[in-house]
């Protein structure tokens, strides 16, 4: 009979142990595929600034100061970033300066995370 309750405990913990790791290990696979997803979206630029508004500023990436691949690369564009409270900015930002931006594309709009400014 004391060997019957040792087996049925010894079973119990096991179970138990294998329920507790089945329901923390997701969980932890899930945080660090969601980090990998998070980081992957940021995305860095150089370029001139043309235009400064309250709440965003448009710079001109050349081909020369574009860090795509050469392949992907046009003579120029223009891309517009949004500002929020949660953007820092290293440098003023006023038109013919050269911006550094790390950003994110969310809904088709481009969202300035960080920007460094240089004359």
Not at 45 to 51: F, L, M, P, Q, S
Not at 82 to 91: A, H, L, R
Request: aromatic share 6%.
């Amino acid at each position: 009979m004391k060997r019957e309750r040792t087996v049925f405990f010894t079973i119990l913990i096991g179970l138990v142990s294998v329920a507790i790791v089945a329901a923390v290990v997701p969980e932890v696979a899930d945080t660090t595929q969601y980090s990998a997803q998070e980081s992957a979206q940021a995305k860095y630029v150089t370029g001139k600034i043309t235009a400064v508004e309250k709440n965003s500023f448009t710079i001109s990436v050349g081909a020369a100061l574009s860090i795509e691949p050469v392949s992907q690369r046009s003579k120029e564009k223009a891309m517009t970033f949004g500002i929020d409270k949660n953007t820092t900015i290293e440098g003023k930002l006023q038109v013919g300066s050269t911006a550094d931006v790390t950003y994110r594309e969310t809904n088709g709009k481009l969202l300035a995370i960080s920007v460094r400014v240089t004359q």
